[in-house]
């Protein structure tokens, strides 16, 4: 592809359906914080001030540690804010961002409407600045265990409406199992929520299975796992299951050795719902502009694949249709 193509590629307008809204805290921020609060985190950090992490396990570490300074409502709106700046730079028009009540006020309800109505505010103020429209997936924390998913979802049911508008789960997916979650899930799907999983990352495709029978989800995130029994692959066709794809997570954290190597081709060959995001960008050194540069370049993916990329991903957003169809018009091609 030559540069003018890929550069029209690059700078398209985009819709991410995951981001974990720590995870996309610029590791300069993270550091300011914990040098205005005198907390030593130094072993989060490489000699180059980027995020430092051996493995999957390592970075859920970090990753905690690098929260632990986001210790108030005020501390999440100035992450907000430079979250969706940096997302607009890279022409992200639509995004979900993954919430923890575990982080924002300890699963407490009355603490976690304050972080919310903090990140919402500043949401509001970059959608008038820059144009661009978040909505919230509250997550629970699958390592925390199934008793600390409950009042997260209790969290997202009493918050639930036109601004959050999923619930999820992330975390170590080697602990515990999708069924030991369906209370909290069930809650969330009572309150109107619609529902999404980390599954099929670390766990085979009897994880991603699992997550869509106990969870009911109807999406997955990552779920590149399903590429393993492709019975399950064409069960994700028939029923319409969008698949949060991450490649440079992916990568950066060994699921795969390489881009070349990553089965995202594969499942959009078979017909998947298959979207991209960045997870964690700081983390893994990327940007929504470097994966779609990546997957340019790798799998030789033109305007028209993208297009269709982006659109399956405005449908598949949790948010109103209002929101949709705004999202979608944008998406539009002169
Ligand atoms: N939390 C943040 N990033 C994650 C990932 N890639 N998998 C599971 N939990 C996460
Ligand atoms: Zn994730």
């Known amino acids: ?63 905690e540690a690098a929260t632990s300074v986001l210790e108030t409502p005020e501390d999440y709106a100035r992450l907000t804010s430079a979250i969706l700046e940096e997302s607009a730079a890279n022409d992200v028009i639509y995004c979900e ?6 982080f924002c006020g300890g699963g407490d309800l009355g603490a976690w409407r304050e972080y919310l109505h903090a990140i919402r505010d500043a949401a509001e103020k970059a959608e008038q600045t820059h144009g661009i429209i978040l909505r919230g997936i509250v ?23 036109d601004w959050i508008v999923g619930f999820g789960m992330a975390g170590d997916e080697s602990r515990g199992k999708p069924k030991d979650f369906t209370y909290s899930f069930d809650m969330a799907r009572e309150a109107g929520l619609r529902l999404t999983a980390h599954a099929g990352e670390w766990g085979g495709a009897t ?36 698949l949060e794809i991450c490649p440079g997570s992916n990568v ?6 390489s ?29 929504m502009r470097d994966e779609y540069r990546n997957l ?6 033109d305007e028209d ?26 998406l539009e091609r002169p």
């Open 1 to 63: 592809m030559d540069e003018d193509r890929l550069d029209r590629v690059v700078r398209l307008p985009k819709v991410e359906l995951h981001l974990h809204h720590e995870g996309a805290a610029p590791p300069a921020f993270i550091k300011g914080l914990a040098q205005e609060k005198s907390v030593d985190l130094s072993s989060a950090f490489a000699p180059d001030g980027s995020y430092a992490f051996r493995d999957f396990v390592h970075f859920l570490r970090v990753y």
């Open 252 to 257: 950066a954290l060994k699921v795969y050795p």
């Open 139 to 161: 997550t629970c924390i699958r390592h925390l265990g199934p008793e600390r998913a409950k009042p997260a979802a209790r969290c997202a049911a009493e918050t639930a409406g």
């Open 259 to 287: 881009l070349a190597a990553h089965p995202i081709e594969k499942l959009r060959q078979r017909g998947v719902n298959v979207t991209v995001s960045t997870d964690d960008p700081p983390f893994f050194h990327s940007t």
């Open 97 to 102: 961002t993954f919430l923890s009540p575990d």
């Open 207 to 242: 994880s991603v299975r699992d997550a869509l029978q106990d969870l009911r989800v109807e999406r997955i995130g990552h779920g590149v796992h399903a590429i393993d029994d492709l019975s399950l692959v064409d069960m994700l066709v028939e029923k319409g299951i969008t």
């Open 296 to 301: 340019a370049e790798t799998f030789g993916w």
């Open 305 to 330: 694949v993208f297009a269709k990329i982006n659109e399956t991903a405005a449908r598949s957003a949790f948010c109103d249709e209002d929101t949709r169809r705004r999202v979608l018009k944008r």
